[in-house]
C-alpha cells in the first residue's frame, strides 16, 4: 500500500515562510514525478509545482519566483520552501506522486493546511 505522508504545514502571517515535506513508503520507478497541489475553501484543487527525477521543474505563474520545489531521490521525498507567502496561498496542500514499484499511477497524500493570515 503505497502512503504519502505530508508534514509542516501551520499558520504563518503575510510575508513569513514555510517547508512542506511529503514522504513516500514506497520505492518508486526511475522515470517518476513529485510534486504538490493545493485546494482553497469552495475552489477546486490546481497545480502548485512538480519536479521529475531528472531534476526539471515547473511551478504554477501565481508561485514562481516565490515558492521552490526539492527532492531527495534516496529517501522518495518532496519539499515544497514557501516564501513571502500571501493570504491567497491559503490552502490544503496535497504531495501526488508516481508511480511505483507497488503501484502504476499517481498516488496522492492526505493533505496538510496551510494558512496565511493578513
Known amino acids: 500500500q503505497v502512503q504519502l505522508v505530508e508534514s509542516g504545514g501551520g499558520l504563518v502571517q503575510a510575508g513569513g515562510s514555510l517547508r512542506l515535506s511529503c514522504a513516500a513508503s514506497?520505492?518508486?520507478?526511475?522515470?517518476?514525478?513529485m510534486g504538490w497541489y493545493r485546494q482553497a475553501p469552495g475552489k477546486e484543487r490546481e497545480f502548485v509545482a512538480q519536479m521529475n527525477n531528472d531534476g526539471t521543474a515547473n511551478y504554477a505563474d501565481s508561485v514562481k519566483g516565490r515558492f521552490t520545489i526539492s527532492r531527495e531521490n534516496a529517501k522518495n521525498t518532496v519539499y515544497l520552501q514557501m516564501n513571502s507567502l500571501k493570504p491567497e496561498d491559503t490552502a490544503v496542500y496535497y504531495c501526488?506522486?508516481?508511480?511505483?514499484?507497488?503501484?502504476?499511477?499517481?498516488?496522492w497524500g492526505q493533505g496538510t493546511q496551510v494558512t496565511v493570515s493578513s
Open positions: 514506497e520505492r518508486m520507478f526511475s522515470t517518476n514525478v
Open positions: 501526488r506522486a508516481g508511480p511505483f514499484l507497488a503501484g502504476a499511477g499517481l498516488f
